[in-house]
């Protein structure tokens, strides 16, 4: 099924993401295959979120291959796959999706949905109506993602 979604790019402020300029995307099946942004998304900032526990926080649930926060891999996450090959089973439009909205592949999945702001259940109100990621943080997620190919951690 094609759904037409509506969503914010959004741009940082103090309290979280804060909606800047309406956009729009489109999921086909289990992809979004259109990049959020024009600039391409850069690995080096995606590993970087990926591994930041406060901003991208992967790492509270998946480990991820190469040194880890601080050069410990004992502070990674194990209650989700590693992330080790997933830029080989998955293509770059889906892992797209699965981190703006993990929910339209899973929908009893823990994973936060990273860009989505609608139907959400819980959310406090200084959060509401913004994103956890901007739509660049997003594409240098994916970028980086896309680069681990080595199924080993």
């Given at each position: ?9 959004s741009?940082?402020?103090a ?5 800047q300029?309406l956009?729009?995307y ?5 992809e ?6 024009r ?20 790492v ?7 040194p ?9 996450g ?43 259940i ?17 594409e240098?997620?994916?970028a980086?993602?896309?680069?681990l ?5």
């Amino acid at each position: 099924m094609i759904a037409r979604i509506l969503i914010l790019i959004s741009a940082a402020s103090a309290a979280g993401v804060s909606a800047q300029t309406l956009a729009t995307y489109r999921v086909d099946g289990d992809e979004i295959r259109a990049p959020l942004t024009r600039e391409p998304g850069d690995p080096s900032r995606g590993r970087s979120l990926v591994l930041n526990r406060n901003e991208g926080a992967c790492v509270l649930c998946h480990a991820v291959p190469g040194p880890g926060p601080a050069g410990n891999e004992r502070l990674m996450g194990n209650i989700a796959p590693t992330l080790a090959g997933v830029g080989a089973k998955l293509s770059s439009a889906q892992l797209r999706l699965r981190v703006v909205d993990s929910t339209r592949v899973n929908p009893d999945t823990p994973m936060p949905a990273y860009f989505r702001i609608e139907g959400l259940i819980g959310v406090a109100s200084a959060y509401r109506g913004k994103t956890i990621l901007t739509a660049r943080q997003v594409e240098d997620i994916v970028a980086y993602l896309a680069t681990l190919r080595e199924t080993r951690p």
